[in-house]
């Protein structure tokens, strides 16, 4: 199974929600977890009224009693239309729990996620990157999103030794939204490949944060289409392409993907989060294999 990253390096451009969205989109014969390891986290469990004591934190308690034997079940909770999640705490609440430290956590990610395919919401990066630098290295892509602005660009630019030392060519960029920018601006400043261009629906947002009805237009969505060719593009990485041995596979797999997934619309993505009800929804031939969305009724 695999393990992937995604975060940002300036403001909220989405990483959350769009975390939630690609799990959302997964494909139907492959089990995927959200985990909010964001060191800010909790937001899941503040907006669904879910539990902060199971997830992450329990889960990084029950591997530090024993490590080898840990599992995702006990620790998941459900969003409301079934997306599983390990929902994150806050800073304060693991200083509470019993001196689990973000250490703990992502030894613990890392252990589950080889019995399922787990995209890690990192939140905002804060270089040296300490609080996250195991899922870096151990993820099999990272993408991290930034907003298309000279000023987004330009932290990328100012981190892009660091994050290349800890992900290799197993980085791109996400950009959120449509702006001075554009994806070869962004490649040829940073060095770093854009990997996809992230729409703006408010409307779809709206009802993926549970403010607004109407499944079907989420399902319809830019959004929603945007978040699919990531899923698809993660979920096609070989196991053995995450194996320290055998790195170029990913990378060759990641390449090929990035021309359909940079064709997303773009357009700015709020800050909100995913769920619900489930709806098939059928991939053109030779895309691979059904995936399934979870949106809100």
Same mark, same amino acid.
């Given at each position: ?135 870096? +290295?151990? %993820? ?8 298309? @602005?000279?000023? $987004?660009? &330009?932290?990328? #630019? !100012? ?87 055998? +790195?170029? %596979? ?8 990035? @021309?359909?997934? $940079?064709? &997303?619309?773009? #357009? !700015? ?29």
């Amino acid at each position: 199974m695999s393990l992937f990253a995604l975060a940002s390096l300036k403001g909220a451009p989405g990483t959350t929600t769009l975390a939630c969205l690609v799990a959302a989109t997964w494909p139907l014969d492959r089990r995927v977890v959200v985990a909010e390891c964001d060191p800010w986290g909790g937001d899941l469990a503040a907006r669904f009224e879910l539990s902060t004591t199971r997830g992450c934190l329990s889960l990084a308690t029950a591997a530090r009693r024993d490590p080898d034997s840990v599992v995702a079940d006990p620790h998941v909770q459900r969003l409301p239309g079934g997306l599983e999640v390990l929902v994150g705490g806050s800073s304060s609440e693991m200083t509470l729990a019993q001196s689990v430290t973000r250490a703990n956590v992502n030894q613990a990610v890392v252990t589950i996620a080889r019995s399922l395919d787990l995209v890690a919401d990192l939140g905002r990066l804060a270089a040296p990157y300490e609080e996250c630098g195991q899922l870096l +290295r151990e %993820a099999q892509a990272v993408g991290v999103l930034i907003g298309p @602005d000279e000023a $987004s660009v &330009a932290h990328v #630019v !100012d981190q892009r030794e660091l994050l290349i030392d800890l992900c290799g060519e197993r980085i791109s960029l996400m950009i959120v939204g449509r702006g001075a920018c554009r994806p070869r601006d962004v490649e040829s400043m940073t060095g770093i490949r854009v990997s996809a261009e992230i729409p703006n629906d408010p409307a779809a947002a709206a009802v993926a944060s549970g403010t607004s009805s109407g499944a079907r237009r989420l399902a319809r969505s830019v959004l929603v289409k945007s978040a699919r060719r990531i899923a698809d593009s993660f979920a096609s990485f070989d196991n053995s392409s995450s194996s320290r041995t055998d +790195r170029k %596979a990913g990378r060759d797999m990641q390449g090929s993907q990035s @021309d359909r997934t $940079s064709n &997303a619309q773009r #357009v !700015d993505e709020p800050n909100v989060t995913s769920t619900t009800s489930r709806t098939n929804q059928a991939i053109p031939n030779g895309q691979g294999p059904p995936t399934t969305l979870k949106v809100l009724p």
